[in-house]
T-cell receptor, first 110, second 115 residues
Framework: QKEVEQNSGPLSVPEGAIASLNCTYS??????FFWYRQYSGKSPELIMF????GDKEDGRFTAQLNKASQYVSLLIRDSQPSDSATYLC??????????FGTGTRLKVLA | EAGVVQSPRYKIIEKKQPVAFWCNPI?????LYWYLQNLGQGPELLIR????????DSQLPKDRFSAERLKGVDSTLKIQPAELGDSAVYLC?????????????FGQGTRLTVV
């Protein structure tokens, strides 16, 4: 089993809809979780991180953690075409070693 | 504040030739990472530095890859000799270590094509 798994997609949603992206992780002791957005040909940029003690909302983005099932979700409300990108989930292994998933490609259809 | 700077942005070389990538991290960031990203995949760690010390290089193919971080600031990653399978994007990232919630900032990457 891979340490961090994501569905590669593409996930297609209409403009204005809610996009839901999931990431499963294998280390039950993981304490923090990162979501990076990567546009085609660009480097990853952090959009949100959460701790194991709760969910987090930031503008149109919400990150939710389900510790029992070992997955973390990223919800994007009111999806815009500019949200079309690959979303990478990263989970620290040890203190500073980030394990990335393969990423989910999101397509928001205008 | 400048971000993580990498050069070159693109490099095309013939197989068996050497190649080197350079990274300048964000000022004050003591942790530096080199990642490899293949098309359609997430970044995979090659090596991590804490200041000038390589603390995790378990994924670095040491027969052909080498890295250094002089004075705990800039870093270079070298491949000698390059193989066709080394074609990928090489990403450098840096962070200010301290807690498990430390964010890593990425450079623009170097896209290597080996022909």
């Amino acid at each position: 089993q891979k340490e961090v798994e994501q569905n590669s997609g593409p996930l297609s949603v209409p403009e204005g809809a809610i996009a839901s992206l999931n990431c499963t992780y294998s280390d039950r002791g993981s304490q923090s979780f990162f979501w990076y957005r990567q546009y085609s040909g660009k480097s990853p940029e952090l959009i949100m991180f959460i701790y194991s003690n709760g969910d987090k909302e930031d503008g149109r983005f919400t990150a939710q953690l389900n510790k029992a099932s070992q997955y973390v979700s990223l919800l994007i409300r009111d999806s815009q075409p500019s949200d079309s990108a690959t979303y990478l989930c990263a989970v620290p292994s040890g203190t500073y070693k980030y394990i990335f998933g393969t990423g989910t490609r999101l397509k928001v259809l205008a | 504040e400048a971000g993580v700077v990498q050069s070159p942005r693109y490099k095309i070389i013939e197989k068996k030739q050497p190649v080197a990538f350079w990274c300048n991290p964000i000022s004050g960031h003591n942790t530096l990472y080199w990642y490899l990203q293949n098309l359609g995949q997430g970044p995979e760690l090659l090596i991590r530095y804490e200041n000038e010390e390589a603390v995790d290089d378990s994924q670095l193919p040491k027969d052909r890859f080498s890295a250094e971080r002089l004075k705990g600031v800039d870093s270079t990653l070298k491949i000698q000799p390059a193989e066709l399978g080394d074609s990928a994007v090489y990403l450098c990232a840096s962070s200010f270590g301290g807690t498990p919630s430390t964010e890593a900032f990425f450079g623009q990457g170097t896209r290597l094509t080996v022909v």
